[in-house]
């Protein structure tokens, strides 16, 4: 895995967790805004997503298996889209501390696949 790469998803992660965490403490629902954010993350994770499937077909091998490692990539890529959608259903501050939770999630699975690949 690239660490750059890695690193800069989990900070962007952690930044809009902070963000809409902040949106939450002021009773605020996700704007277009926060959705733009969202996109952005979600846009890092897809070229994860992508270096980890090259990276696995020229043949390197993360140490602890290819499958737990495609799964935290799925994972991963899922994380943020997912809560906002859910943010879309909630439009109330729970929808931000949704995506605020997702942000969290998101930059600890940076940490796991960091750990899987052999960090």
Not at 56 to 76: C, D, N
Request: glycine letters at 10%; a neutral charge.
């Amino acid at each position: 895995m690239l660490v750059a790469l890695t690193v800069t998803t989990a900070v962007a992660a952690l930044l809009l967790a902070a963000w809409c965490g902040w949106a939450a403490y002021r009773d605020q629902p996700t704007k277009d805004w926060h959705f733009i954010g969202m996109a952005v993350v979600s846009v890092l994770t897809l070229v994860q997503l992508v270096v980890g499937i090259v990276q696995l077909a020229r043949g390197e091998k993360p140490e602890q298996g290819t499958t737990i490692f495609v799964s935290y990539l799925l994972g991963a890529f899922a994380c943020v889209p997912v809560t906002g959608f859910m943010s879309l259903s909630e439009r109330t501050r729970w929808g931000s501390a949704t995506v605020a939770a997702g942000g969290v999630v998101l930059a600890v699975l940076q940490v796991r696949l960091y750990d899987i690949w052999g960090g």
